[in-house]
C-alpha cells in the first residue's frame, strides 16, 4: 500500500493449538465481556459517560442502542503476546477494524494453496472463522431487524476502507441481503428528517465504516437519533472504542493477567517514575503516541487527536522476531471469537503501514 510492501507471505508465525486455545481464544472472549461489563457500567453513570467524552446530546443515543440490544457485527483486541506468557490487551478497536479482507480470505487462501503445492504439511491449520462467522451474523442482524436490505458507507478516497466495507458487501450478500453502497459525504437528509443515499432512498439499516466520536461531532449529529438510522456498528460500541475504557478495566479489574495498568492522565497522576504508554481516548492508526519514562516524554508517532485528554498504560513492548515488532490482533463477531491476524513492524509502533504476515497452527 502507498508504495510500501502491506501483504507479507515471505515468512509466517506458526502456533501450536494450545497457545491459541489458552492464551488467545479464551482470554480474548474473558476479555470481551469483561469490556461489555464496562459499557454497562458506563450507560449508567453521566459521569462516566462524560469521562468517556461522550457528548451529552447523543447520550439519549448510546444509552437506547444499549437498552435495545443492538446488535454488533465485529471487533478486533490487539494484543501484546511473545508465545509464552499471558496476552495482555493494548486496545479494543471494536467500531471500525480494517486488516479484515486480508484476516478472513486472503490468508486463508494463502493457506490452502501451500498446503495444496506441499509447501506446508496436510495438518496445517489456522485460527480463522471470520467469513464464515460474518456471513452467519449478517443473517442474524437481517433476521433481527427483519430487513432484506442493508447500505454500507465509508468515506472517500480511502482506498483500505472501501475494500475492507466492499468485503463485507459480498459477505452480507452470501447470508442473502440486498446490499447498497453510498460514501459518507453523499449521505443526505430527506425534509421528513431520514437519512437518505444519493437516489434519494431512505437509509434504515447501514453499515458504516466511520467512527462514532466523528458522526457526534458532524454537522449532522442533530438528527442521529430522530432519524432512526440502525447503524452498524451500533452507538454503544462507542464506549469500546474509547481508549478511556483501558483505564475502567482496570479500575474494575485490577491485576487480571491480561490487563496492563492504565490510568486516566490529569493532573493528579504521577508520571515522575516507571515506563507508561500516553494514548489520547480517541485516536486511530497508532497516531499521538508518546512514551513517558521517568517523567520524561517522546513522542513516537503524530497525528490530529489529543483534544479530549490522555490514558496512560503501562509499557509493554512488543516481542520481537527477526528484528520485527509483532502484534496479534484477535478478532470477534459478535461475542464470539473467530481468528487472529498477525502485523509485524520495523517500529514499535504499529500504523497502517505495517506489513500484514499470515499465520498457521500446527
Known amino acids: 500500500m502507498y508504495g510500501e510492501p502491506y501483504w507479507d507471505e515471505s515468512a509466517y508465525y506458526q502456533f501450536s ?10 482470554p480474548t472472549t474473558e476479555l470481551h465481556q469483561m469490556c461489555l461489563d464496562v459499557v454497562d457500567r458506563v450507560i449508567k453513570s453521566e459521569a462516566l459517560l462524560q469521562q468517556f467524552c461522550i457528548p451529552e446530546s447523543q447520550w439519549d443515543l448510546v444509552r437506547q442502542s444499549w437498552d435495545d440490544s443492538a446488535p454488533s457485527l465485529y471487533s478486533r483486541l490487539d494484543l501484546v503476546y511473545d508465545g509464552k506468557g ?55 442482524i437481517g ?9 454500507f458507507s465509508c468515506c472517500q478516497d480511502t482506498i483500505e476502507d472501501r475494500g475492507t466495507v ?18 459518507i459525504e453523499d449521505i443526505g437528509v430527506s425534509d421528513t428528517g431520514l437519512f437518505t443515499d ?3 432512498n431512505p437509509i434504515t439499516d447501514c453499515f458504516k465504516l466511520y467512527p462514532w466520536e466523528f458522526m457526534f461531532r458532524d454537522g449532522y449529529s442533530s438528527m442521529l ?22 483505564a475502567l478495566l482496570w479500575q474494575l479489574f485490577p ?11 490529569d493532573k493528579t497522576t504521577s508520571l515522575d517514575s516507571g515506563k507508561w504508554i500516553k494514548k489520547p481516548i480517541f485516536s486511530r492508526e497508532g497516531a499521538n503516541i508518546s512514551l513517558l519514562e521517568n517523567g520524561n516524554e517522546t513522542k513516537l508517532s503524530s497525528g490530529p487527536y489529543g483534544e479530549e485528554g490522555f490514558v496512560i498504560q503501562a509499557y509493554a513492548e512488543l516481542p520481537q522476531f527477526a528484528s520485527n515488532y509483532t502484534l496479534i490482533g484477535s478478532w470477534l463477531v459478535d461475542d464470539m471469537a473467530a481468528g487472529i491476524s498477525v502485523r509485524e513492524d520495523t517500529s514499535p509502533v504499529t500504523q497502517d503501514l505495517s506489513r500484514y504476515v499470515p499465520h498457521i497452527i500446527l
Open 255 to 265: 491485576n487480571h493477567p491480561n490487563l496492563l495498568p492504565a490510568y486516566f492522565c
Open 86 to 140: 499471558p496476552a495482555k490487551l493494548l486496545e479494543n478497536n471494536a467500531d471500525t477494524p480494517t486488516s479484515l479482507y486480508e484476516s478472513g480470505f486472503w490468508q486463508w487462501l494463502w493457506l490452502e494453496q501451500l498446503v495444496d503445492s506441499g509447501k506446508l504439511p496436510r495438518q496445517a491449520d489456522q485460527f480463522n472463522s471470520l467469513q464464515e462467522k460474518l456471513v452467519h451474523r449478517f443473517a442474524e
Open 198 to 200: 444519493l437516489d434519494d
Open 225 to 246: 437519533y430522530e432519524a432512526g438510522t440502525n447503524w452498524i456498528e451500533p452507538a454503544w460500541k462507542a464506549i469500546l472504542s474509547n481508549k478511556a475504557l483501558l
Open 17 to 26: 493449538l494450545s497457545q491459541i486455545e489458552n492464551h488467545i481464544e479464551d
Open 166 to 183: 466492499q468485503y463485507l458487501q459480498d459477505c452480507a450478500a452470501a447470508a442473502g441481503l440486498k446490499t447498497d453502497f453510498v460514501f
Open 143 to 151: 433476521r433481527h431487524y427483519q430487513l432484506h436490505q442493508m447500505h
